[in-house]
């Protein structure tokens, strides 16, 4: 703990209590607005620094001991003291006790993949590096070395803007929480906004790991008391208030939040805290600068705040003239316009992709527009603010006293609007898309909702009474953020839905309001039970907030497993990569089998952010072979520099293999390595967690048990494998290698009607089980569109459902038989003014069979279990070679015009009539269990799957006829003839009957 940096907050702490004191006592208040503006000074603060790339522990301590220095009253003052009520000190002290035991742990997001890991990794990379932006050296290095066609294929692994495959890929195909924001500079900017994540920085330096969960503990816990203190100004009678801060206390939904690495929280401190300085208005005018600069603060932390600032600021135009009109008006605007100016500049790309996505699709939006168009609206909104409703009009501030209590009845207009829109549009549709606001029902309730609704209709004659004041303004622009929050929720644009996930963004507005509502429903029907039975008041008291409270308290009762520390243990795995991968290596993350984003994305993208390795995407064998071509060979000796240290982190190959079937779960790892390359090291790793099982129209009471497989492979040279390597261009092949007769241009240019032939000899063809195509760098756009044929069949370049991309490396393609001829055939599409038009071919590269890395180096196993097995105990699972042959393998044409393969998500259609038909596919082992997985079927009874080797059959499997998640057949066995196998997947049914596979499963036999 960076022990400066601590004083310097308990400095900052002290000097702002003093100040505080020398205006107003020190109470629950007090403490809750200054923790809300301690935070957010701090946070801003470090996203200042952060920016400016320099946010380390000794210049944020110096920057908050000077803001510490200006805010002390260095002037002598009396502090205004408040006499203490010890019951009701007490009391919160208990409440707030109790809901930080119900939010202790906090849930530890060590892996990438999720928003929560996502905040919580870049504050993990911001605390190492010391800035928000970072630099990638292998992409900048590959998109800037236009002389390697490795450098090639691993520029085309990362889209510019602009090309067409990257539409629609989410963070740019970078990472999670990362954009690549310029390809050809390596410049990688954040996803989302910064506060939060700054915050979390702060947090890691004060309290190591933990300190994130602490941060949004406490966080939690003022919130809370902010919802306590609000309630007490709000609520006719102040003793019903503890009730509605207890029902946020222990609502499930709220804990879950409060427990989780996400902005919600923070917004919602923020909100809630600002709701509260501006109810303090009526009395202390100078609290509603506070609130502003808090409410504004929500835009530092969510781009929610930009959306619903035009709702706030309309509203602002009905506050009554006078000395503080414009004060609070002028901080929310300039933390407002600051916040919008700082992000537009530094996240751009994900804005972009966000109002493209939700708004204008058909604009091409910039960051400096983006700002313009908010300083057009905000003159246009000032100038309307001054000529219509400011002290010089004749009639606007009459116009503003009439429209000032008819407020509250527009926004509950509005309020129902937006839910009974909600409501017919959820009716209508039982199908994504979804809507956040599906999560309304179950995760709030349906009695706290019910009493919500009776609530805010008693509630709005008399606030429609009182609304008067500039601080009554003020709240009603609150409450014009929660309609305006509720229309946006309603939207139906989510492709999934989780009800804990996508319901916590009711957490921070929707929430709180309903609580509010809620209680002040229960205190109107005490009241009227008072008024006519005295005696039955505290009972009636009592029995009213237990109907309010016990709905919410029930699940933690009922499912106590609700509260469960969600991947307890999953930080073990990022750590037992980093003691085996130095930190000078290359990792080339990913794999084609069940879990490759959750490789590349979580464990390996966690990797990076946490311990700062290289890390590169690795998409398919064939890619994978190019990169590690140009990071072990031609990158180091077109450098002259000795090649870095690289391992291969791939997933299991496929489905893990029923227990069942060998006496114990197997898992496959696909280690075949291309020559010249060999493993020299070999760890597989299982990660095992639990997490609530998501839900859609309950709370989650159940728990999945998850498993992550994944084996490490550092991967070197053989100097003794020769690769026969034939090369083209001027100068380069004169005369043609022995074994090799060229027909064509020696030139390596290329035709799309006339082939470039290359005739193998019997000698050099038996040596050979695979060919590599390797375009000239400058036409690796072009290489995409070349026809590749191996004894006059076509090859694919490219698996179904996956976009075109620039790459230079086409293969390896393995062989069946001894190749006799390979033809190469230009592109069709034409680039006019290259020296090839059609393409360039810079080289054919013959290889040997594939090589095990299992059989290469010793095999170390990790079985990373959860802390507590539940009950459950885990059976690790056994490794053993295998090959996972799914939608990301090259097949070929499903028909004579070349129509691919229909591909939904990650998996096949079949259908009677037309085989999935792989291409030959090169294997280590001798003998396997052979399975197919389906995703879904809806078959015939009699409906049988085919599966052929080499157009033998090896047998047919019996899927259900129905069925909607995967399945795996029993196994089939089989034993192999050669190196390569051809296999072939047919569907014997009626017409109209359709399963979807996943992958046909290899799991080796051989010891």
Known sequence: MPVGLGLSIVA???????????????????????????????????????????????????????????????????????????????????????????????VDHALAGRDQGTYALRAASTARTGTFDVVDPIVRDAASDGGSPGAADIAGLYPRRGEAWREDVYEAGYRPGWYLADREAGRVVPQFLHLFPALCTVALWLGGDDGPGVLVLLQGLVCIAALLALARRLLPDPRWAPVAAAALAISPLAIWVHRNTLTETLTGMLTLAAALAFARGREHAEDLVVGAALLAGTAWVRGNAWITAPVVLATLWLVPAGPSRHRATAVFVAVLASGIAVHALTVFPYLHDELARQFARWSEPSGLALVGAFGVGLLAWWSLDEIAFGPRSSRGPAIAARLRPALPWALALGLGAAIATWAVRAETHASPPWSRLDAMLPGIGPVLLAAAALGLLLALPAWARRVQSGADVWLVAIAGLVVTTAWAYA?????KFGLYYYGRYLVPELLPAACLAGTFAASWVHAAIARRRAALSPIGATLLAALLLGPLAWPLVATPQTRLREYDGARRIVDALAERVPEDAIVVAGGEGWHHGHTFNQVAGALAMRYGRSIVPYT?????????????????????????????????????????????????????????????????LELVTDRLTPTNDALPGAVTRDALRMGLVEVVVDPAVDVPRIGFGEGVMDPAPRGIVLTGDRSGCLDPGQPLALDVSPELAARTAAIVVVAAPEHAALAEGW????????????????????????????????????????????????????????????????????DDATLESIVLAPPRDLG?????????????????????????????????????????????????????????????NLTASALSADARVAVFADDVLVGRVDPPDRRDRSWQSPPLSFSASGPVTRWRLELEGDDGDTAWVRDVGLFSRTP
């Open 12 to 106: 900052l702490t002290i000097a702002s209590i003093r100040r505080w004191r020398a205006r107003a006592p020190l109470d629950l208040e007090a403490a809750v607005l200054l923790a809300a503006l301690l935070m957010g000074g701090i946070g801003g603060a470090a996203v200042l620094l952060g920016i400016m790339g320099v946010l380390t522990p000794g210049a944020l301590a110096a920057v908050l001991v000077a803001v510490a220095l200006l805010l002390r009253p260095w002037a002598s003052t009396a502090a205004i003291a408040a006499p203490i009520d010890r019951r009701r000190l007490l009391f919160t002290m208990a409440l707030l006790l109790g809901a930080a035991a119900l939010r202790w742990p906090a």
């Open 491 to 495: 939207n139906r644009n989510l492709p």
């Open 620 to 684: 398919s064998r064939e890619a994978a072979y190019a990169t590690l071509h140009d990071l072990l060979l031609d990158g180091p000796a077109a450098r002259g520099t000795a090649p870095p240290r690289v391992f291969l982190l791939v997933n299991e190959a496929t489905h893990v293999l029923a227990a069942s079937v060998r006496g114990a779960p197997v898992a496959a790892l696909d280690d075949g390595l291309p020559p010249p390359f060999r493993a020299a090291s070999v760890t597989v």
């Open 787 to 854: 026809s590749v044929s191996i004894d006059g069949e076509a090859r694919a370049n490219r698996a179904p459902g996956i976009a075109a991309r620039s790459r230079a490396t086409l293969g390896p393609f393995a062989t069946s038989t001894p190749v006799r001829r390979i033809e190469v055939r230009g592109s069709p599409r034409d680039s006019p003014d290259a020296r090839c038009p059609h393409g360039e071919l810079r080289e054919v590269r013959l290889l040997g069979p594939e090589r095990s890395a299992l």
């Open 872 to 932: 459950h105990p885990i059976a690790p699972v056994r490794w053993v070679s295998g090959r996972g042959l799914s939608r990301l393998r090259p097949q070929a044409p499903r028909d004579g015009a070349g129509d691919a393969t229909a591909a939904r998500a990650n998996a096949l259609v079949l259908v009677p009539g037309t085989p999935l038909a792989f291409a030959p596919e090169p294997q280590t082992a001798a003998s396997f269990d052979v399975v197919v």
